[in-house]
């Protein structure tokens, strides 16, 4: 018996969305994203985002197509709302908890954000894509961003390709993993167009002071101890967040649904290295405190630390004809620059917390 046709497809008067969703917009990476689907696609980028201590307007460009939907992904009415209000082209989503320390000290909000803010997500796309016509179907992808960390940690050779298996170790990346297999879910047993990225860690512009390398710059400007985990060799891969920026919106318009696309930097560098190399730039920039590297002090490392994380990056190469532009060095050199330049941002985002250690507890 042929398929009876979608009450939708009937309807020529349907419009066609042309909105670009961003879940956690006003974040780092999610700032990125909008000012990367500004440039690269029509319409209104619609963000939402509940604006946690992690997100802000100052993030968001100033700019007339940029709507901010203030609300909580894991509100499923907000949501619903959302996607009837702005009924987007594509979805990238990028709202959660996204700090490995916090997690330590509060796990539970990573499982209500990351998990139930997922789920209620991909349902909401799921009922907004049955509205739609074949065209604006053919057309929908659902990005979920997700982390490298999901597998876990590696030994001092070998690198994560989309065949390794998860073993998250946090309750981040446990998080991030459960979101990672709804979003697979909702791709085999909906058939919504779910594309799934895991990235290394990402660097740049507008990433919060809690974070290791503006964490570091802070504390080295303000001539504090720069704490170093355990010996600082734990190994991380970096990658500039605008080239991350790039692949996401290239997975949203190019992607395979059902695919999964691994970014990473090709560089690999010690937490020692990162912060020696901030100490030299910041000793070009402010001679007069050099050397930071005098600031540097090993402090007991976080629990259940991964020693070494690093991607092989084939399938974005491959599958979107993804490469990064800059090298460790010169992002790094930007940034240290832009965190100079910005100390209004700096000083809002820094808040009550200051520039405390977090995430040391928590052994049963
Ligand atoms: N930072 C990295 O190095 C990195 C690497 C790989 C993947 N990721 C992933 O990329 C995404 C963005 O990371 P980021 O570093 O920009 O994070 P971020 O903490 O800077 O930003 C998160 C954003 O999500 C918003 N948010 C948090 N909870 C929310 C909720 N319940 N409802 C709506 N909005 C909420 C916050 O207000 C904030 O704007 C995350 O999913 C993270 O797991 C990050």
């Known amino acids: 018996m042929p398929h009876a046709a979608r009450p939708d497809a009937l309807r020529p008067d349907v419009p066609r969305p042309t909105s670009t ?14 000012r990367e689907a500004l440039a690269r696609t029509d319409g209104p980028v619609v963000v939402l985002d509940a604006l946690t201590y992690a997100g802000s307007r100052d993030n968001l ?13 894991a509100d499923a009415d907000a949501v619903a709302h959302a996607f009837t209000a702005h009924p987007p082209a594509r979805v990238l989503h990028l709202a959660a908890e996204s700090h490995v320390d916090r997690s330590i000290d509060g796990p539970m909000a990573f499982v209500q954000t990351n998990l139930v803010g997922t789920a209620v997500l991909l349902d909401a796309a799921r009922a907004h894509l049955a509205a739609q016509g074949d065209e604006a179907r053919a057309a929908f992808r659902f990005v979920h961003v997700s982390t490298d960390e999901v597998f876990g940690s590696l030994g001092d ?62 504390r080295a400007l303000a001539a504090e101890p720069l704490p170093v985990y355990g010996r600082g060799l ?22 395979t649904p059902g695919a999964t696309y691994l970014f990473g930097g090709s ?53 979107l004809g993804w490469a990064p532009t800059r090298t460790f ?31 040391t507890g928590g052994r049963a």
């Open 21 to 34: 969703l961003v879940t956690g917009g006003a974040g780092f990476i999610g700032s990125a994203v909008v």
């Open 61 to 73: 460009p100033d700019d007339p197509r940029v709507v901010l939907v203030e609300a909580d992904v």
């Open 157 to 218: 050779e070998g690198a994560f390709d989309t065949a390794t298996p998860y073993d998250p170790r946090s309750p981040y990346s446990a998080s991030k993993a459960g979101s990672d297999h709804l979003a697979r879910a909702w791709g085999h047993t909906f058939g919504l167009p779910v594309v799934v990225t895991n990235c290394s860690n990402n660097y740049g512009p507008r990433q919060h002071p809690e974070k290791l390398i503006p964490h570091m710059i802070l």
């Open 234 to 255: 734990n190994v991380r891969d970096w990658l500039h967040v605008d080239d991350h920026a790039r692949g996401l919106v290239d997975a949203a318009l190019a992607g």
């Open 267 to 319: 560089a690999e560098r010690t937490n020692l290295d990162v912060v020696r190399t901030l100490c030299m730039l910041l000793d070009d920039r402010r001679p007069d405190a050099a050397p930071h590297e005098d600031l540097i002090a090993f402090v007991t490392d976080r629990p259940g630390h991964d020693h070494r994380y690093a991607i092989d990056a084939a399938s974005a190469k491959n599958g």
């Open 329 to 359: 060095e010169e992002g790094l050199a930007e940034t240290v620059d832009w965190y100079l330049g910005h100390a209004d941002w700096v000083r809002r985002r820094v808040g009550a917390d200051g520039l405390r250690r977090i995430g």
